[in-house]
Each structure stands twice: as C-alpha cells, then as structure tokens.
C-alpha cells in the first residue's frame, strides 16, 4: 500500500515538474516572439531610413554584389531593384578608369578602416551609357564585411566649375591681350591683387 502511494507521489511530482517546463518553454517561446517582433520592426525601420536618405544607396557585400538597393540608386542607373540585387556588382556601374582605384578601396577598408577614404569623387554610368560625376561615401557596417555606399550625382556641380574655370581662362587671356594696364584685386586690407595684365608689368 505505501508503495502505491509513492508511486502515485512521483507521478504528481513528475506532473507538477512537467507543468513547470512547460510554463518554462511557453515563457521561453513568448520571449522569443517579441525578440522576432522587435527585430521585424528594427528592420522596418531601417529599410525606411535606408529608402528615404536622399541620396543613391547600396549595400556591397565582402564579395562586391549589391545586395539591397534603394529608388534613387534605380533613378541614378536605370535599373530596377530585381535587375540588380544579388545580381550585380558595383563596378557594374563604374567607368572603366576609376574601377581598380575603388576596387583597391574596397579590399583594404576590409583589412582596416584607416587603409582606404571613406569619401572620394568618382563617375559612374547608366543602362543608356550617360556618364555621371559621383560624390561617394562608404562605411563599413560594424562586425560584418559588408559596407553602404552612398552616391551623390554632382554631375551639375562640376559642369558649373568646368565652364567657371574656362571662363575665367577665356577671360585672363583677354585681359592679357588688352592694351595699357588691366588688374583685378581683392577688397581687403592689403588690396592683394588676383590678377594683373601683361602690360602692367613694365611699369
């Protein structure tokens, strides 16, 4: 008879064990559904910021294939978001003369931040083959291989200094062909002179 009952004691201590571990996973579970849900919304939050940071970005993995792409990054090439996630690489859309400079980059900022600029200026071409000066920024995303690369189309920019810098050609040489005395100066307080035509240096 005693053995009985504790025959019959072990199965309700086994039972009131059995209740604590499922209580135990069913907290351990719910645990990890909110991890899951924070996650998910950490991600949604992310891929917002990452579409609507105004200038053309990508994510580059260790091996240079795109793998995340935003809408001003299709409006710089031409491509759309299927035709170049996973598919294909950055220098893809790299003019051929600027290619190995970045590509060097690209390996030696894996090997140390220090080792390659995080911003520099190169051009990059679309699916119609219309070349575009680039203003880019890289960084690597902390504890993987991976970096974001951000390109700002300044294509207007440098048209404007290229004709600026031809005007001012055109101009220094017809002031120099200019009879008598010609000069331009800063107003400052040594009237520092930026310019002086031919003329005046003979006197």
């Not at 499922?22 to 579409?51: G, H, I, P, Q």
């Not at 299927?82 to 003019?95: A, L, P, R, T, Y």
């Not at 400079?101 to 071409?125: D, G, I, N, Q, W």
Request: net charge positive.
């Amino acid at each position: 008879m005693s053995d009985l009952k504790k025959s019959k004691q072990d199965l309700m201590d086994e039972l009131k064990a059995l209740r604590r571990r499922l209580t135990d996973f069913e907290a351990l579970a719910n645990e990890r559904l909110e991890a899951r849900k924070a996650l998910e919304k950490s991600e949604e939050r992310y891929r917002t910021v990452f579409e609507n940071t105004g200038t053309a970005t990508i994510i580059i993995e260790n091996d240079m294939i795109i793998s995340m792409v935003n809408a001003k990054f299709e409006e710089l090439t031409g491509y759309s978001k299927n035709e170049i996630q996973g598919k294909m690489k950055w220098s893809d859309f790299v003019v051929k003369e600027d290619v190995e400079r970045m590509k060097h980059y690209h390996v030696k900022r894996r090997k140390s931040r220090t080792l390659a600029p995080t911003e520099y200026e190169c051009r990059v071409f679309n699916r119609f083959g219309e070349v575009k000066d680039a203003y880019v920024r890289i960084d690597m995303i902390p504890g993987t291989l991976c970096s974001v690369g951000s390109f700002n189309d300044i294509t207007a920019f440098k048209q404007t200094e290229k004709a600026l810098i031809e005007s001012e050609r055109k101009l220094s040489k017809l002031m120099g062909n200019l009879p008598g005395m010609a000069y331009r100066a800063i107003n400052d307080q040594y009237r520092t002179m930026k310019y002086v035509s031919a003329g005046c240096k003979w006197l």
